[in-house]
């Protein structure tokens, strides 16, 4: 793929050694306030220039009266003034040679302002610039500790460095999905809130992630898009890749009235976005939830084929994680006559060793540890789900470094399914943040797990899976 | 309602059933006879296209002299309108009843669809999309996605239909929607049995 000049400045964005913050604020309610607070606290090792032509220092930083006035080169800049004084200082980065903006300020073509945002359009186009909005809520690099998220980060938690990225369209809902990540120690490679699209659309940003080799899975949260045929074409060549993960909001079905025919009334307006991402192979999650919890399964190796096996300390949970696999086309794995001469000998003798494996309720840590090696030898088994019931007596916290330990044999995937309360959150913020995703139900963790496999598949058509290997990026 | 939809589905080699246009019900009797019974006739009217279905359709004719009664009977119900002819068709047995269908997408281009038909369909809504152009590959996933798709693997003793015959099919549609880009188009019925698939009526939007 030849990238277009814009998107390649988007590397500008994502991973600048010196920013110019414009619209900077001594006000500390002050969006251009909390911008400088966000690199400078978060630990942005470049350069950070305010710019604000009424004040001497901002935070202990020189502040500087505009972009031209600065010394050295500057990469990127975050624009966050009034919109009347928008593109006379996009204007100034122009002639600076910034490559990469973040224009958070709003009122453009989203109060009906489209020839205000066409004169800022044509201005980045003028320089190459890749322009991340306008009224947009700004972009995340954790790797790099760039942090244009206007929120503070006392209020909005940042997730730590990972694999995913993700695409919102939507500010909000962009914000929602970063703290909650964070709070569930998913990491993150990028975030970014591209807002209206005057520039940069999700088309450039999925062909730059696409070729980033900070991102592994690739997450977009979608109400529409400006060219559909080149989604779908992009999509389909990234998946092949790496794994596109994708919410479509806005499902009415408007204009359906208005049809003539039956193929007009049953074409509502997300069927071409449905089909559009099957045809692309990419994973449509149809609620925020499974959002994340199809994300973050892809984050270790893929999986060989689609036989589970289960390992639990509760028999109700093995049975429902039965039930489960069939309803997703799983199939229960049937163990090695190794794994279960080795069970026999470790379980008590009233144990029934077979798959669901029920270690049954007094399963200490070292009983799960033979479970797991056992499991993650047996070559009928392609994907662990591992149930652990934290409530027990005999359960404690080491069972947790356990399954760490196990995951990063890196030789097949291993799923957590941890149901309950305070205490069982604690150690499932321990497991994502080592790579293990973790859900609350048997049926949650196998419909992501079913997603995987189909996509380990369809991997495997397009690229060399001898040994199993995490998904490398595209180059 | 006219036959161009029928040359149409003709022209990207969609198989449609033996038929002919005729003005008289004395011709309508002879063409049913040479095409053969069962026939059914549709009145080919541009107002008739707004007009219910079953006001301008006649099923099951079984005889020569069903076909020209038939006929004499669409001719008086839509004199006074413009009339280009009455269509006489054969009438297939059996089949499992398919809806094929396209849409202009503003985002997209063309839709196709596929569907479980019958006067339910709207209800069912047992119906699949692709992004044309699509593949043959492409065209058997579609039909694998059906929910109903073991009515077409040969339910309560039919054959199996012939899926390899409904995939070239749809491919075949895909062509043309890319090419005649329609607002909308529907096939519908579409007749797939063991031995292929007919497009029995066609609508076309443009």
Do not use: W
């Amino acid at each position: 793929m030849a990238l277009s000049k814009k998107v390649k400045n988007l590397r500008a964005v994502f991973n600048p050694d010196s920013i110019a913050i414009i619209g900077a604020s001594r006000e500390p309610n002050k969006i251009g306030h909390v911008i400088v607070k966000n690199f400078v606290d978060g630990g942005f090792a470049g350069k950070i220039y305010p710019i604000n032509p009424n004040a001497e220092e901002i935070l202990g930083l020189p502040s500087y009266k505009s972009v031209l006035d600065i010394k050295g080169e500057v990469d990127s800049a975050v624009i966050a003034v009034p919109e009347q004084a928008v593109a006379s200082v996009l204007e100034e980065c122009g002639r600076k040679g910034i490559r990469g903006v973040v224009l958070i300020t709003g009122g453009f073509s989203e109060v009906g302002k489209n020839e205000e945002e066409g004169k800022i359009a044509a201005i980045a186009n003028k320089y190459g610039i890749a322009l991340i909005g306008p009224n947009c809520m700004g972009v995340l690099t954790p790797a790099s500790r760039v942090d244009s998220v206007f929120l503070p980060i006392y209020k909005l938690g940042r997730p730590r460095v990972g694999g995913i990225s993700f695409i919102s369209q939507s500010g909000a809902v962009g914000g929602c999905i970063v703290d909650l990540a964070a709070r569930a120690g998913i990491g993150m490679g990028k975030f970014v809130s591209y807002g209206n699209a005057a520039v940069i659309d999700e088309c450039d940003l999925l062909e730059y992630l696409a070729n980033d080799e900070e991102t592994e899975i690739i997450v977009i949260y979608l109400e529409g898009v400006k060219d559909g045929r080149r989604m779908l074409s992009l999509m389909r060549e990234i998946t092949k890749k790496k794994p596109v993960v994708v919410i479509k909001a806005g499902r009415s079905a408007a204009g359906a009235e208005a049809a003539r025919s039956h193929t007009g009334s049953l074409a509502g307006a997300s069927e071409a976005y449905r089909a559009a991402f099957k045809q692309a192979n990419a994973i449509e999650a149809a609620t925020l939830e499974q959002l994340f919890d199809f994300a973050k399964i892809f984050d270790q190796v893929l999986p060989r084929g689609n036989r589970v096996g289960i390992i639990t300390n509760g028999g109700g949970m093995g049975v429902l994680a039965t039930d489960s696999l069939e309803d997703e086309g799983l199939a229960l794995a049937k163990l090695s006559d190794g794994t279960q001469k080795l069970m026999r000998l470790s379980l008590p003798p009233y144990a029934n060793v077979r798959n669901p494996l029920d270690i049954i309720g007094d399963a200490d840590s070292h009983r799960y540890e033979v479970a797991i090696n056992a499991m993650m030898k047996d070559d009928n088994v392609d994907v662990i789900l591992l149930i652990i019931l934290f409530q027990t007596a005999a359960i404690d916290s080491s069972v947790v470094n356990i399954a760490i330990r196990a995951s990063d044999q890196r030789k097949k995937p291993i799923v957590a399914v941890c149901t309950g309360g305070e205490y069982t959150e604690m150690h499932k913020r321990i497991l994502e943040s080592y790579g293990i995703p973790t859900y609350a139900s048997p049926s949650s963790a196998l419909r992501a797990a079913a997603k995987f496999v189909a996509y380990a598949e369809y991997y495997s058509k397009h690229n060399d899976t001898t040994c199993p290997k995490k998904i490398k990026t595209m180059k | 309602m006219d036959n161009t939809g029928f040359r149409l589905l003709s022209k990207y080699g969609i198989a449609i059933p033996e038929y002919r246009v005729v003005k008289t019900p004395r011709e309508a009797g002879e063409a049913a006879r040479k095409i053969g019974f069962p026939v059914a006739m549709k009145i080919l009217s541009p107002s008739a296209l707004h007009k219910s279905d079953k006001e301008g359709v006649i099923l099951e004719i079984g005889d020569r002299a069903g076909a020209e009664e038939a006929c004499g009977a669409l001719l008086r119900r839509f004199s006074g309108e413009k009339i280009e002819g009455v269509l006489v068709q054969r009438m297939g047995g059996g089949g499992a009843e398919l809806i094929v269908g396209g849409k202009r997408d503003a985002q997209f281009g063309q839709l196709l669809m596929l569907g479980i038909g019958g006067i339910f369909v709207e209800i069912y809504k047992d119906v699949v999309f692709r992004v044309c152009p699509i593949t043959k590959e492409d065209a058997c996933q579609m039909i694998s996605e059906l929910k109903a798709r073991k009515i077409l693997e040969g339910a309560r003793g039919r054959k199996p239909v012939d899926k390899e015959a409904l995939a070239s099919a749809l491919v075949s549609v895909s062509k043309l929607l890319e090419k005649e880009n329609p607002s909308e188009f529907d096939i519908n019925p579409l007749i797939a049995d063991e031995k292929g698939c007919v497009a029995v009526d066609v609508r076309i939007l443009r």
